[in-house]
């Protein structure tokens, strides 16, 4: 390493390398957990098929009935559910900032609750 792109630890630019570092290895490994998952849901269901049956629907060489169950039934559903969780994660997101624990406003706090409610 030169010294010209040495950072020293406890600096803030080490600080802000050190946390991308971390997003980029978070999301990488939950990119390929939501694949494995997709993997799982094409596979599994009332008429189990198996990957290489996936794999070969997926590039045009299954059987009619494979593709039938791949690409009208499942596939669809997959579709719209990483679409919801999508959609879901950024109205999330976006919320945050106005709800959640950084609200300020008194009606959202655990104490304006009544007594009979709080679980």
């Given at each position: ?12 630019a080490h600080v802000r ?20 998952a997709c993997g799982v ?36 559903r997959l579709e719209t ?39």
């Amino acid at each position: 390493m030169s010294a010209a792109t040495a950072v020293a630890p406890g600096t803030t630019a080490h600080v802000r390398r050190a946390r991308r570092a971390r997003q980029v290895r978070v999301g990488v490994v939950l990119a390929v957990l939501v694949l494995v998952a997709c993997g799982v849901s094409l596979c599994l269901g009332e008429a189990a098929v198996a990957p290489a049956d996936v794999l070969r629907a997926l590039v045009g060489q299954a059987d009619e009935l494979t593709h039938f169950v791949i690409f009208d039934l499942r596939l669809p559903r997959l579709e719209t559910g990483l679409l919801v969780g999508a959609c879901l994660g950024v109205s999330g997101g976006s919320c945050s900032p106005w709800c959640g624990t950084r609200s300020r406003a008194p009606t959202s706090s655990a104490s304006r609750v009544p007594r009979a409610r709080q679980a």
